[in-house]
């Protein structure tokens, strides 16, 4: 493609799709900040995979060893 | 975009709430912008833009208050953009006609703008996105760069492949342009 082929095919693309930002992008006549705010709260903050991993690890080890259960009782 | 006090970008690294309203309420106009001019669906758009602030939100431990929050705003705003277009791509073609009802434009018919407009969309997202901003709505292309996480020659290359691109898709129809 030559020089002439992109400079026709970027004017047409010019008259196909015009610019919508300077338009659209300055009627944002509403604040986004409520819908923020509920995205904020019905997210759950999500429990890191490793604090799972400890918690079976736990499990599992006082599934293993019952005898444990005391020790781990008196040190919480 | 304007940059906020460093004091607001500290507190919002530190997780404050108050200090991201702020930063919500300064930059919201100008990340809808950028995302708009990317997706050319003023709903979506509006979406993708709380998308981007929760994402930001997510990550504020990992912002570096002494870097411009303006351009990190939009390179995640651009992640989220590419993320819709790559989502839901074939729904996309009318938009144009819904969101800009144009009057008949010199030298080009309505089936030409229209075929154009499809193939463009058809493009790969990373294409369409690097073009969109350089060609469309004229961006910098250093801006396009930081935003896209790519070297500016990276971007010119993008928007040379997606014009060639195009015209591939528009020859395939019987379109010479």
Not at chain 2, 12 to 25: K, M, Q, T
Not at chain 2, 73 to 85: M, S
Not at chain 2, 135 to 154: N, R
Request: with cysteine.
């Amino acid at each position: 493609m030559n020089e002439h082929d992109q400079e026709r095919i970027e004017q047409l693309l010019k008259k196909s799709l015009p610019p919508i930002r300077a338009r659209v992008g300055a009627e944002l006549g509403r604040g986004l900040w409520p819908a923020m705010l509920r995205r904020l709260e019905e997210r759950p903050t999500a429990v890191p995979w490793f604090d799972w991993a400890l918690l079976a690890a736990v499990a599992a080890w006082l599934v293993l060893f019952p005898g444990a259960i005391p020790v781990l009782l008196y040190h919480l | 975009m304007v940059e906020p006090p460093s004091e607001v970008l500290r507190q919002f690294c530190h997780g404050s709430l108050d200090a991201f309203e702020a930063l919500f309420r300064r930059h919201q106009g100008e990340v809808y912008g950028w995302i708009v001019g990317i997706v050319r669906d003023p709903a979506a758009a509006e979406d993708l833009t709380v998308e981007t602030f929760w994402r930001i939100y997510r990550a504020h431990a990992r912002f570096d208050p002494a870097r411009s929050f303006g351009a990190w705003a939009r390179r995640i705003a651009t992640n989220a953009a590419l993320d819709h277009l790559k989502a839901a791509r074939p729904e996309t073609d009318l938009l144009d006609e819904l969101v800009a009802p144009r009057l008949p434009e010199p030298g080009i018919s309505d089936e030409l703008r229209r075929k154009t407009a499809q193939a463009f969309r058809r493009l790969p997202p990373k294409l369409q996105v690097a073009a969109t901003l350089a060609l469309i709505e004229e961006q910098p292309y250093k801006e396009i760069a930081e935003a896209l996480g790519i070297s500016t020659g990276a971007v010119k290359v993008r928007v040379f492949r997606a014009l060639r691109f195009l015209r591939k898709a528009l020859k395939q129809q019987g379109i010479e342009p």
